[in-house]
T-cell receptor, first 116, second 112 residues
Framework: EPEVTQTPSHQVTQMGQEVILRCVPI?????FYWYRQILGQKVEFLVS????????KSEIFDDQFSVERPDGSNFTLKIRSTKLEDSAMYFC??????????????FGAGSRLTVL | GQQLNQSPQSMFIQEGEDVSMNCTSS?????WLWYKQEPGEGPVLLIA?????ELTSNGRLTAQFGITRKDSFLNISASIPSDVGIYFC????????????FGEGTQLTVNP
């Protein structure tokens, strides 16, 4: 079963530090996403990415956040200067974007970010 | 953003019982998805619904896309201990591109 892989599984950082979370989406998928889940809360959309550019972003995805697909396999989320409230589980997801399953997202296991 | 109201927030049931949970919204959705999340894991897709009125099963799970396109329910029959987890509904609107809006989740506990 193809899967979305994320690293690191857990990162602890000091407030103000930069963090990069990495994802390897499913190889034939074309649309990539980042979602986050603050402990005990629902999953929230951050950003979607297609054809090497952001296609949508939420109000949460401010100037402190950026995404990149540096090569043919990785998809990264960078937080430039972390704040306490950035502590959350960050999920990468991907989809083919085509056909009946176009909107069926496959999620990774998540990267837990703890900002101290 | 749009809200999906999911209920109940939590359920404590005995093994073998049936379970029902639902999501409602004031807005129309054109795709409804049900995901299960276990501790420390990402959401895993259970059922996807694409048309109003659609009723789809996956083993002991059955979900329906409401006729009004503003709601969906998930039923689990004959629950077993491994059904424990958080169940999320998620929907996609015509006007929201490919982004999914998630419900608040239903925490299910099954006592053996």
């Amino acid at each position: 079963e193809p899967e979305v892989t994320q690293t690191p599984s857990h990162q602890v950082t000091q407030m103000g530090q930069e963090v990069i979370l990495r994802c390897v989406p499913i190889s034939n998928h074309l649309y990539f996403y980042w979602y986050r889940q603050i402990l005990g809360q629902k999953v929230e959309f951050l950003v979607s990415f297609y054809n090497n550019e952001i296609s949508e972003k939420s109000e949460i995805f401010d100037d402190q956040f950026s995404v990149e697909r540096p090569d043919g396999s990785n998809f990264t989320l960078k937080i430039r200067s972390t704040k306490l409230e950035d502590s959350a589980m960050y999920f990468c997801a991907s989809t083919t974007g085509q056909g009946v399953g176009a909107n069926v997202l496959t999620f990774g296991a998540g990267s837990r970010l703890t900002v101290l | 953003g749009q809200q999906l109201n999911q209920s109940p927030q939590s359920m404590f049931i005995q093994e073998g019982e049936d379970v029902s949970m639902n999501c409602t919204s004031s807005s129309i959705f054109n795709t409804w998805l049900w995901y299960k999340q276990e501790p420390g894991e990402g959401p895993v897709l259970l059922i996807a619904l694409y048309k109003a009125g659609e009723l789809t099963s996956n083993g002991r799970l059955t979900a329906q896309f409401g006729i009004t396109r503003k709601d969906s329910f998930l039923n689990i029959s004959a629950s077993i201990p491994s059904d424990v987890g958080i169940y999320f509904c998620a929907g996609r609107q015509e006007t929201s591109g490919s982004r999914l809006t998630f419900g608040e989740g239903t925490q299910l506990t099954v006592n053996p």
